[in-house]
């Protein structure tokens, strides 16, 4: 295999120090590539999964390669582009020869590479399955999508095996659903990784529809507070629902000023639950939410860390369902402390944190696909260190 193909299959970039260990692979011990603390994940990973295949867990990563060194949750089987052809990029035109529209749109599997670096103005829509966009490959200042990235696919069809990595996404001013920077309904096994996501109008990320889905690393940031068409203030982080959804893990990520749904996240299949871990949510008014939706799977919430923001007022980190089932362990708002598992605050109900509607709180979690877990407190500094698009541009470092 020629190097460069298997360097981005291992999520090599030589320019960042963190992913170094991931490169040299040649002739050397695999440990010495992933190093000893990777190399002890990973046995603890297969450990999990083989528990999971004794337990039956569905649509699990049995026996199945990961999508890059370091995918976890129920994303992490997807396959991409693996085995497929090659194709760079070698304009920042969105479409046309050599565009990353054009190649988004290509049939078969495909693995995407890019000869250069900076913005590409346009929507851009992925409009068959077996896909790897390697964001990671572009030269200095990386890739910015000033546009949308959309699922596009033939009518009565569902993409698969999606795993899109290091972009930036922010899309144009615009009105009503459209302003998403990322849709991919009526997906399934995908994995997003390191995006730095802002400006979108009503969600940033939509995945409805979908199933076996991780988003992990990324940042989703400033979301737009005027251009919805129900009013301010629509400016909302994440929706997963309706029927088909499930399976979905959100973990390692950053939601900083969202007023609303940080995620919005209603399983709607038996056995296909929701995992919300280790993420960062700043500057919001409400976190979990349904929206009318009914969740019919469990939903985990697990060491996630909860900070007031300029425009939060009063705040519900969980606005619980009625009919829903729900593990809390170790979520953290700050200037409080821990929400125990029974939902209350250590420090006592406050004047600014709201009541969450009621809910049935579970005393175990739920099983889900493994994904490696800090402590809340741990978690903030650590998101804060490593999620987004690397190099951060003034956008994410804003955020952070």
Same mark, same amino acid.
């Given at each position: 295999?020629?190097?460069?193909?298997?360097?981005?299959?291992?999520?090599?970039?030589?320019?960042?120090?963190?992913?170094?260990?991931?490169?040299?692979?040649? =002739? $050397?011990?695999?440990?010495?590539?992933?190093?000893?603390?990777?190399?002890?994940?990973?046995?603890?990973?297969?450990?999990?999964?083989?528990?999971?295949?004794?337990? *039956?867990?569905?649509?699990?990563?049995?026996?199945?390669? !990961?999508?890059?060194?370091?995918?976890? @949750?129920?994303?992490?089987?997807?396959?991409?582009?693996?085995?497929?052809?090659?194709?760079?990029?070698?304009? !920042?035109?969105?479409? +046309?020869?050599?565009?990353?529209?054009?190649?988004?749109?290509?049939?078969?599997?495909?693995?995407?590479?890019?000869?250069?670096?900076?913005?590409?103005?346009?929507?851009?829509?992925?409009?068959?399955?077996?896909?790897? /966009?390697?964001?990671? &490959?572009?030269?200095?200042?990386?890739?910015?999508?000033?546009?949308?990235?959309?699922?596009?696919?033939?009518?009565?069809?569902? !993409?698969?095996?999606?795993?899109?990595?290091?972009?930036?996404?922010?899309?144009?001013?615009?009105?009503?659903?459209? *302003? =998403?920077?990322?849709?991919?309904? #009526?997906?399934?096994?995908? /994995?997003?990784?390191?995006?730095?996501?802002?400006?979108?109008?009503?969600? &940033?990320?939509?995945?409805?529809?979908?199933?076996?889905? &991780?988003?992990?690393?990324?940042?989703?940031?400033?979301?737009?507070?005027?251009?919805?068409?129900?009013?301010?203030?629509? %400016?909302?982080?994440?929706?997963?629902?309706?029927?088909?959804?499930?399976?979905?893990?959100?973990?390692? %990520?950053?939601?900083?000023?969202?007023?609303?749904?940080?995620?919005?996240?209603?399983?709607?299949?038996?056995?296909?639950? +929701?995992?919300?871990?280790?993420?960062?949510?700043?500057?919001?008014?409400?976190?979990? &939410?349904? =929206?009318?939706?009914?969740?019919?799977?469990?939903?985990?919430?697990?060491? %996630?860390?909860?900070?007031?923001?300029?425009?939060?007022?009063?705040?519900?980190?969980?606005?619980?369902?009625?009919?829903?089932?729900?593990?809390?362990? #170790?979520?953290?708002?700050?200037?409080? @402390?821990?929400?125990?598992?029974?939902?209350?605050?250590?420090? +006592? !109900?406050?004047?600014?944190?709201?009541?969450?509607?009621? @809910?049935?709180?579970?005393?175990?979690?739920?099983? $889900?696909?493994?994904?490696?877990?800090?402590?809340?407190?741990?978690?903030?500094?650590? $998101?804060?260190?490593?999620? @987004?698009?690397?190099?951060?541009?003034?956008?994410?470092?804003?955020?952070?």
């Amino acid at each position: 295999m020629d190097k460069s193909v298997n360097s981005i299959l291992m999520g090599a970039h030589e320019e960042y120090p963190l992913f170094r260990a991931t490169f040299k692979f040649k =002739d $050397v011990a695999v440990d010495q590539i992933l190093g000893a603390d990777v190399m002890a994940r990973l046995l603890g990973l297969f450990a999990v999964i083989a528990f999971m295949a004794l337990t *039956g867990v569905s649509h699990s990563i049995c026996a199945e390669l !990961l999508a890059f060194p370091g995918a976890e @949750g129920f994303g992490a089987a997807a396959v991409g582009g693996r085995g497929g052809r090659v194709i760079q990029v070698t304009t !920042l035109a969105s479409n +046309g020869p050599g565009s990353l529209g054009e190649a988004c749109a290509a049939e078969g599997p495909r693995i995407l590479v890019f000869a250069v670096g900076g913005v590409i103005r346009g929507d851009i829509a992925i409009k068959h399955s077996r896909i790897t /966009i390697a964001g990671q &490959t572009a030269p200095a200042p990386g890739i910015t999508i000033e546009g949308r990235l959309l699922a596009r696919p033939e009518p009565w069809t569902r !993409l698969h095996d999606i795993v899109v990595r290091f972009l930036r996404v922010r899309p144009r001013p615009a009105t009503g659903v459209g *302003g =998403d920077a990322v849709q991919l309904p #009526d997906t399934e096994r995908v /994995i997003l990784d390191h995006l730095s996501l802002a400006w979108a109008n009503d969600e &940033t990320i939509d995945i409805c529809h979908a199933s076996e889905v &991780t988003i992990q690393w990324c940042t989703l940031e400033e979301s737009d507070i005027h251009g919805h068409t129900k009013g301010d203030f629509h %400016n909302f982080g994440l929706i997963s629902a309706y029927p088909n959804s499930g399976n979905i893990a959100i973990h390692h %990520n950053l939601f900083a000023h969202h007023a609303r749904r940080s995620p919005s996240l209603s399983p709607y299949v038996v056995g296909k639950p +929701g995992d919300f871990r280790n993420n960062v949510v700043y500057n919001f008014r409400e976190g979990l &939410t349904h =929206d009318g939706h009914v969740p019919v799977e469990a939903i985990n919430l697990i060491g %996630n860390y909860y900070k007031r923001g300029p425009d939060s007022g009063k705040i519900v980190p969980f606005a619980f369902h009625r009919k829903g089932k729900y593990y809390l362990e #170790d979520n953290y708002l700050h200037g409080a @402390g821990i929400i125990d598992a029974s939902g209350r605050l250590q420090a +006592g !109900l406050l004047s600014w944190r709201r009541l969450f509607k009621p @809910g049935t709180l579970l005393g175990a979690p739920v099983c $889900v696909a493994p994904v490696t877990t800090h402590s809340a407190q741990a978690a903030y500094q650590i $998101v804060l260190d490593r999620a @987004g698009c690397f190099p951060w541009d003034r956008v994410t470092r804003r955020a952070i």
